[in-house]
């Protein structure tokens, strides 16, 4: 389908569904990751993991290891430890295990590292490792985690006695519970968001290579955040920050997966510090699925209060928050469960208070990874499913109810009870737009029919508002860094342009994006922009992508440089055209005499004459190259609607997506093709998510979701073809109006379609029930006994 | 063990061990990195090959398997420098993103228009759903194929 | 980094050579057929065979759709996609490209073989479940001759078959019961998967031959829900002689389900298990009486 859109295309003039750039050689097969990574000598690294959840490691034996003929070294923790590495910061203020030294204390934690000359040979000497585990009791089921007698986790932890992570509360509750008391309707729901995980198709990985010669250390990786890593393996080992080279080549997707430092990635430096040779780990698909970031697992208590006619008034949530092992939760410091209490989501009410209690499990470490936008995800599933919920208390339309509460253009900018502010927003617009390409009111006369035949179709609404682009200095940062980006525009004489970014694509489409922010703002071919990323010796310093700050932060870094590119520019050419500076305008893409159009330079001939035997006056000294950081006054506010028709077989419980329509507004769209294929990807998401994709423990702690055999991701079968549409609110305070989308669909989706499968079942008496909605899921919720989504099924 | 494989039209002679998987000759020994692997267990379909004219997951094939036989992957793609229309129709319809499953998809595109030149969406999205991509939702995989075939110049 | 662990590598010239060869490397030797079920498992190191024998070249032996002494005789070297695209197969029994269409995915069918599917003998296997509610026979084939095994004898437990070290699985056979004049077969298989291209949640196989508004004879396979032999034999026995009846057919899938054990997993828990038993019976039960009624859609 194509998309549909009310409004005309914004921007400048290099703005539009440009094909990428970076596809010519992704099409040939040449595209560069990790893995393609050979340099001489390398070595091949391979990690021994530990089968159990929960032990005493009561010694480690490497002897045989090291006997085999093609292993050059082994690591333990014993050696990290005698380096002071054996543990490591986590971006939440925890410590992680780079090597077990004590215990283990999830199933898949790293004990050793072996280095042979080839990763056949590494992954044979695992099998001559020998541990001897004293198996301990686990803790695989949050709501057991603050019993008095669960095993204590975090032994390691000075006086820790029990498995309390944080509290944390926002809102306020005086008045929330005021309006909950003034309330005629009350409406309450437990729910699970399950463990998930990011998965991207290509796994975590890196190169490591030492030069004990000069002392420098150059590691490829699969980084979202190359700048931070370097930083962080400063901080983590004690190397010179000027000494590290973090280059992130091209990524084969990471939706957040590869925002942190992993133990392996430490393992391979050090080997390579050891070894004297390069040393490459990556880690395969069990490795990913049970020992990187996952994402969710929050165990909510949602309610909401309204009035007998439709008026929300206020919201509460009370939630448990697993975090498995170790705290290693990406988000701002500032926010232990990230934006959660941006939950008021897009509705008018008067008060809300949430609070959240994280907990220590014996799982994989993480907790914000998978294109969340910091936890939003969750708040959007909350708040949507309730408003649901209300609707079929109120017996209201849950369009009509969403209409009625939405927030008001008039009302932005919008401060919400938690006291984010809103940017900008015409909420009512985009639901319209979407019931409009859905055919809504057709819909629901179809589903009575089909109803009246015996058969259930859904019709699931969502609408979210996420707040991205992390994010203002002086309110948020991780690990004591400010979340600005840098980019620096260096500017040839013959008039091409190179940008160098601190942020780094999985796939958005970088290299075209900036290029074209770039040749709008200068007037020039976007042909003639070449993006430099991923190499922190060839960039400026920045917090990296995730959380959609991309566009929103990076974005506005590159546009600034690129005004100030221009203004350099209107100097050179008011000397060239012997006026003044203030009588230049700039138009068509070149600086012209106001008044007389005919008197201007093109961006390429100032170029040259900035580098000629021009005499310059103040203010530039000689090329035009400028830099810029943005620093975000504030985040910007993406929002949506979305409407999935599913049909259910209540027989089978299976549940089939027939239709998908998502509007999204990010504000002014640099690519809309771009745009629309992360649409598109979010969306698949919502549909993985709410059928299909979960990480499930047995109350042993083992993972039974360690491979694609039994993680389930969503093929072409279960993914409609989406219809989009858009509407375009400019972001009032970012230097191009846009917002960032490389989430939102994520973010809004799931809700939608669990809505609708909810919907589908309302003749049948169901409320609710957990992702994800596999067939024995739903089928066990017609039957009044919901299966818990988060263990091993009995 | 010694193995002769012809891959894409040229005859390579190794000596492998008999377990070296064929994504790994293909990668580790060949140097054709254009194919990647993403699973382990056959359900990704990034290492997506052709083995004597067959779409097979090279991940779960021995290079010993494949001695005698033909390989063609992502790098035999284009004729002579000329990008076959599925590589076109993949960078036309913004077929892709990361660019890591699309080696495999392409190679599964192709035979699919090789034996049906002009299925319908629906055939598509049956002939790449065991190959799984994170990026696209598939919407854009399925619209590059459909214009691949809309502009095929003839098949291979 | 999962890759397999050592193991010699034999690649079998002929079915005889095959024979010697798993002769002479015993009970630690493994036949590698497309490998789509063993390689995996090797790769995840839960299985290590010493040696490998491979019978990917003994085509002309072991490749071959042919109808044979009034049966369907499939040789265990097609491949999965072989047998969907057969339009002998589904001139006799629409039931296999039902089951066909819901196994793995294209790719994976294209070298995944027959005979090494049933020999993985996983509980959840689709064509074990189709092949017993077919009533079929498999040709075991050892160095002292051959012997046939009906289908419903031919697995001895999860994983395990009565295919013994130094035995190859040649052949399929598959009845083809036009019966006595006047019956009418029809046969189909139904599925419930948690997402294309995984293994069952729970499924069905029914063949069902009709005389007149009687059944005259029923078969029913059922896959991943605990049933013994992967058939539902107290549920044929009930229908044969039956009336040809939406009620029939409801008592059989009740039957069905009564009598398995379900394992829950990941896939799902005992009592949906036992549901899909009983309700995917029934919906295999009236696609195959409805295609026995209509064999203008090219089944007889």
């Given at each position: 389908m194509t998309g549909r859109t009310d409004v005309p295309p914004a921007g400048g003039g290099a703005y539009g569904p440009l094909r990428r750039k970076e596809d010519a050689r992704f099409v040939r097969g040449k595209g560069?990751?990790?893995?393609?990574?050979?340099?001489?000598?390398?070595?091949?690294?391979?990690?021994?993991r530990s089968p159990v959840a929960h032990a005493t490691i009561r010694s480690v034996d490497t002897a045989a290891a090291l006997a085999h003929p093609k292993v050059a070294a082994v690591i333990t923790g014993a050696d990290l430890a005698e380096r002071g590495l054996a543990w490591m910061p986590t971006i939440s203020a925890d410590v992680q295990a780079v090597l077990a030294t004590d215990k283990v204390r999830f199933q898949g934690q790293e004990i050793a590292f072996v280095m042979a000359t080839d990763r056949y040979a590494a992954r044979d000497a695992l099998e001559l490792i020998d541990v001897d585990y004293e198996v301990l009791p686990a803790v695989a089921d949050a709501l057991l985690a603050m019993a008095p007698d669960a095993p204590v986790i975090r032994d390691d932890l000075p006086g820790k006695q029990d498995n309390h992570v944080f509290d944390w509360a926002a809102?306020?509750?005086?008045?929330?519970?005021?309006?909950?008391?003034?309330?005629?309707?009350?409406?309450?729901?437990?729910m699970l968001y399950p463990r998930s995980h990011p998965a991207p198709l290509e796994t975590c990985g890196t190169v490591a290579c030492y030069d004990p010669l000069d002392g420098r250390l150059t590691v490829w990786s699969t980084s979202q955040a190359p700048h931070a890593h370097r930083t962080l393996y400063a901080l983590a080992a004690g190397l010179p920050e000027h000494k590290i080279r973090i280059i992130s080549p091209d990524l084969g997707g990471g939706f957040g997966n590869k925002v942190p430092v992993y133990p392996g990635y430490l393992c391979a430096v050090v080997g390579s510090m050891i070894t004297g040779k390069p040393v490459k780990w990556v880690e395969d698909r069990s490795e990913n699925l049970m020992s990187t970031s996952f994402a969710r697992d929050y165990h909510m208590h949602g309610e909401i209060a309204a009035t007998r006619d439709g008026k929300i008034l206020g919201l509460r949530a009370s939630v448990l928050a697993d975090h498995g092992a170790f705290n290693g939760t990406a988000q701002p410091t500032q926010y232990p469960a990230g934006f959660f209490h941006m939950f008021t989501g897009s509705y008018d009410m008067q008060a809300a208070h949430c609070t959240v209690t994280g907990v220590y499990t014996n799982k994989a470490p993480g907790g914000v990874a998978y294109s969340c936008s910091f936890r939003i995800t969750e708040a959007v599933y909350l708040v949507e499913r309730l408003v649901d919920l209300l609707a079929r208390e109120l017996d209201l339309d849950p369009a009509e109810l969403r209409l009625r509460n939405l927030l008001r253009p008039d009302q932005f900018p919008y401060t919400c009870p938690t006291g984010w502010t809103y940017d900008s927003g015409d909420y009512p617009r985009a639901l319209r737009l979407a019931m409009d390409i859905a055919g809504y009111d057709e819909l629901r006369r179809e589903q009575a029919v089909r109803r009246a035949r015996g058969e259930y179709m859904g019709i699931g609404l969502s609408f979210f508002t996420e707040g991205v682009g992390a994010g203002p200095k002086s309110q948020m940062d991780i690990l004591g860094l400010g979340l600005a980006d840098g980019a620096d525009l260096r500017v040839h004489p013959t008039g091409s342009v190179v940008l160098a970014i601190s942020v780094q694509t999985q796939g958005q489409g970088h290299e075209t994006t900036f290029a074209q922010i770039v040749a709008s703002e200068l007037g020039i071919s976007v042909d003639d922009v070449e993006v430099v990323h991923g190499d922190t010796d060839r960039t400026p310093f920045?917090?990296?992508?995730?959380?959609?700050?991309?566009?929103?932060?990076?974005?506005?870094?590159?546009?600034?440089?690129?005004?100030?590119?221009?203004?350099?520019?209107?100097?050179?050419?008011?000397?060239?055209?012997?006026?003044?500076?203030?009588?230049?305008?700039?138009?068509?893409?070149?600086?012209?005499?106001?008044?007389?159009?005919?008197?201007?330079?093109?961006?390429?001939?100032i170029a040259m004459a900035a580098h000629s035997g021009l005499e310059l006056p103040a203010g530039v000294e000689g090329h035009l190259d400028a830099s810029a950081v943005y620093n975000p006054p504030?985040?910007?506010?993406?929002?949506?609607?979305?409407?999935?028709?599913?049909?259910?077989?209540?027989?089978?419980?299976?549940?089939?997506?027939?239709?998908?329509?998502?509007?999204?507004?990010?504000?002014?769209?640099?690519?809309?093709?771009?745009?629309?294929?992360?649409?598109?990807?979010?969306?698949?998401?919502?549909?993985?998510?709410?059928?299909?994709?979960?990480?499930?423990?047995?109350?042993?702690?083992?993972?039974?979701?360690?491979?694609?055999?039994?993680?389930?991701?969503?093929?072409?079968?279960?993914?409609?073809?989406?219809?989009?549409?858009?509407?375009?609110?400019?972001?009032?305070?970012?230097?191009?109006?846009?917002?960032?989308?490389?989430?939102?669909?994520?973010?809004?989706?799931?809700?939608?379609?669990?809505?609708?499968?909810?919907?589908?079942?309302?003749?049948?008496?169901?409320?609710?029930?957990d992702m994800p909605l596999t067939p024995a899921s739903v089928w066990r919720a017609i039957q009044g006994r919901p299966l818990r989504t988060d263990l091993a099924a009995s | 063990?010694?193995?002769?494989?012809?891959?894409?039209?040229?005859?390579?002679?190794?000596?492998?061990?008999?377990?070296?998987?064929?994504?790994?000759?293909?990668?580790?020994?060949?140097?054709?990195?254009?194919?990647?692997?993403?699973?382990?267990?056959?359900?990704?379909?990034?290492?997506?090959?052709?083995?004597?004219?067959?779409?097979?997951?090279?991940?779960?094939?021995?290079?010993?398997?494949?001695?005698?036989?033909?390989?063609?992957?992502?790098?035999?793609?284009?004729?002579?420098?000329?990008?076959?229309?599925?590589?076109?129709?993949?960078?036309?319809?913004?077929?892709?993103?990361?660019?890591?499953?699309?080696?495999?998809?392409?190679?599964?595109?192709?035979?699919?228009?090789?034996?049906?030149?002009?299925?319908?969406?629906?055939?598509?999205?049956?002939?790449?759903?065991?190959?799984?991509?994170?990026?696209?939702?598939?919407?854009?995989?399925?619209?590059?194929?459909?214009?691949?075939?809309?502009h095929e110049g003839g098949g291979t | 980094m999962q890759v397999p662990a050592h193991f010699e590598y034999e690649k079998a010239a002929s079915v005889s050579h095959a024979l010697l060869l798993l002769a002479r490397y015993g009970q630690d030797a493994r036949i590698l057929a497309g490998g789509h079920s063993l390689i995996p498992m090797m790769k995840l190191r839960l299985a290590q065979p010493e040696a490998l024998v491979d019978i990917n070249g003994l085509t002309d032996e072991l490749r071959y759709l042919r109808v044979s002494g009034g049966e369907l005789r499939i040789g265990a070297l097609v491949t999965h996609a072989q047998l969907l695209e057969s339009e002998l197969v589904g001139q006799h029994f629409a039931i296999l490209h039902d089951a066909e269409q819901v196994i793995a995915d294209p790719i994976v069918r294209n070298w995944g073989t027959i005979g090494g599917s049933l020999c993985q003998a996983d509980p959840s296997e689709d064509l074990s479940a189709a092949f017993a509610a077919l009533k079929g026979s498999m040709v075991v084939q050892g160095r002292d001759g051959s012997r046939v095994v009906p289908a419903r004898e031919f697995h001895t437990g999860p994983y395990e078959t009565v295919v013994a070290p130094g035995e190859?699985?040649?052949?399929?056979?598959?009845?083809?019961?036009?019966?006595?004049?006047?019956?009418?077969?029809?046969?189909?298989?139904?599925?419930?998967?948690?997402?294309?291209?995984?293994?069952?949640?729970?499924?069905?196989?029914?063949?069902?031959?009709?005389?007149?508004?009687?059944?005259?004879?029923?078969?029913?396979?059922?896959?991943?829900?605990?049933?013994?032999?992967?058939?539902?034999?107290?549920?044929?026995?009930?229908?044969?002689?039956?009336?040809?009846?939406?009620?029939?057919?409801?008592?059989?899938?009740?039957?069905?389900?009564?009598?398995?054990?379900?394992?829950?997993?990941?896939?799902?828990?005992?009592?949906?298990?036992?549901?899909?038993?009983?309700?995917?019976?029934?919906?295999?039960?009236?696609?195959?009486?409805?295609r026995a009624r209509t064999p203008a859609a090219g089944r007889p």
């Open positions: 560069h990751f990790v893995d393609d990574i050979a340099l001489p000598g390398m070595l091949h690294g391979a990690i021994l809102g306020d509750k005086a008045a929330a519970d005021a309006a909950f008391a003034a309330a005629d309707v009350v409406v309450a729901q437990d920045g917090m990296g992508t995730y959380g959609s700050r991309s566009t929103p932060v990076s974005g506005a870094a590159a546009a600034v440089a690129a005004r100030r590119v221009r203004e350099r520019a209107r100097i050179v050419a008011a000397a060239m055209l012997e006026v003044a500076a203030d009588d230049l305008e700039w138009a068509d893409g070149r600086w012209q005499v106001r008044g007389d159009p005919e008197q201007g330079r093109s961006f390429a001939q504030n985040l910007t506010f993406p929002f949506g609607a979305y409407i999935c028709v599913t049909d259910v077989d209540p027989g089978t419980g299976e549940v089939r997506v027939r239709r998908f329509i998502a509007v999204d507004d990010c504000g002014v769209r640099i690519n809309p093709m771009i745009v629309e294929g992360q649409v598109h990807r979010g969306l698949a998401d919502g549909v993985g998510m709410a059928l299909m994709q979960a990480i499930v423990f047995d109350a042993e702690g083992n993972c039974l979701g360690g491979s694609f055999m039994d993680y389930l991701l969503p093929t072409s079968m279960e993914c409609p073809s989406f219809e989009l549409g858009a509407t375009v609110t400019p972001s009032p305070h970012h230097p191009i109006g846009a917002k960032g989308v490389g989430e939102s669909a994520t973010v809004g989706s799931p809700a939608a379609v669990v809505n609708s499968v909810m919907d589908a079942l309302a003749p049948l008496g169901v409320r609710h029930a | 063990m010694q193995v002769n494989v012809t891959v894409n039209g040229t005859v390579f002679t190794r000596e492998v061990e008999p377990r070296l998987l064929l994504i790994h000759f293909l990668r580790d020994e060949l140097g054709l990195t254009g194919s990647h692997w993403g699973c382990d267990t056959s359900n990704c379909g990034a290492c997506v090959v052709w083995l004597d004219d067959v779409p097979v997951k090279s991940c779960t094939v021995l290079t010993a398997m494949a001695d005698g036989r033909r390989v063609r992957t992502v790098e035999d793609l284009d004729r002579g420098g000329q990008l076959d229309p599925v590589q076109q129709g993949f960078a036309e319809c913004h077929g892709l993103q990361c660019g890591f499953c699309t080696p495999g998809m392409m190679m599964t595109a192709r035979w699919l228009l090789d034996h049906n030149p002009d299925p319908s969406a629906e055939q598509v999205r049956e002939a790449i759903s065991g190959q799984v991509c994170r990026c696209t939702g598939y919407e854009n995989i399925v619209r590059s194929v459909l214009w691949a075939a809309k | 190859l699985l040649t052949e399929i056979r598959l009845p083809i019961r036009t019966g006595a004049a006047g019956a009418r077969h029809g046969s189909a298989y139904v599925k419930v998967a948690r997402r294309v291209g995984d293994w069952p949640v729970g499924a069905a196989g029914a063949a069902i031959w009709l005389s007149g508004d009687t059944i005259a004879d029923a078969g029913i396979g059922l896959a991943a829900v605990g049933a013994r032999n992967f058939a539902a034999a107290p549920a044929e026995e009930f229908l044969r002689g039956a009336p040809a009846s939406t009620q029939s057919l409801r008592r059989a899938g009740q039957l069905a389900a009564e009598h398995c054990q379900p394992v829950p997993d990941q896939r799902g828990p005992a009592d949906y298990k036992r549901h899909l038993a009983s309700e995917l019976t029934v919906r295999a039960l009236v696609t195959a009486m409805r």
